[in-house]
């Protein structure tokens, strides 16, 4: 969780895992995700977010 800052609330996006121009972007949490990943925390070895089994290493949006 070396991109995730808890206290200020925001997870930072570095710009190898965006499509963006910039050297990265913060993102706020709200409430729902800072409760996740608190309680998931040391819960698993590298990722929060998994499906079958496997990391989620990338999402999309959904417009």
Not at 26 to 53: A, E
Request: avoid cysteine; glycine fraction near 10%.
């Amino acid at each position: 969780m070396e991109n995730v800052d808890l206290k200020n609330r925001h997870a930072w996006v570095n710009i190898g895992s965006a499509k963006v121009k910039t050297k990265g972007f913060g993102i706020p949490l709200n409430s729902v995700v800072l409760y996740v990943l608190k309680n998931f925390k040391g819960k698993r070895p590298t990722h929060v977010f998994s499906y079958k089994g496997n990391p989620i290493k990338r999402a999309g949006l959904v417009v």
